[in-house]
């Protein structure tokens, strides 16, 4: 069973850097496929972020230039580096990790921007 738990979020000023973590349970990080995603209120579930196991990665057009999504394999942990942050990126913040057929998702952390 994988369980993953996040950390970081909070409020921050517009033009302020976050850094989410995301540490998940188990001895099976290396085989995870980990990726960020986020809903705001009324809003859908979108994709922010993924990284692969060889650590290639894929951006949200919205977030690229600005976020930077990294694992660290000894630590077992996924990170989302936030920068230049914006108003419209206040949501909730979820980790994910998919191994096959299975997808995992942690309790997610707020992220609320200010002007």
């Known amino acids: 069973q994988v369980q993953l738990a996040e950390s970081g979020g909070g409020l921050v000023q517009s033009g302020g850097s976050q850094r989410l973590s995301c540490v998940v349970s188990g001895n099976f990080f290396y085989t995870l496929a980990m990726g960020w995603y986020r809903q705001a209120p009324g809003k859908q579930r979108e994709l922010v972020a993924t990284?692969?196991?060889?650590?290639?990665?894929n951006y949200a057009d919205s977030v690229k230039g600005r976020f930077t999504v990294s694992r660290d394999h000894a630590k077992k942990t996924l990170y989302l580096l936030m920068n230049s942050l914006k108003p419209e990126d206040t949501a909730v913040y979820y980790c994910n990790a998919k191994f096959g057929s299975a997808e995992y998702w942690g309790q997610g952390t707020q992220v609320t921007v200010s002007t």
């Open positions: 990284i692969s196991i060889t650590s290639s990665t």
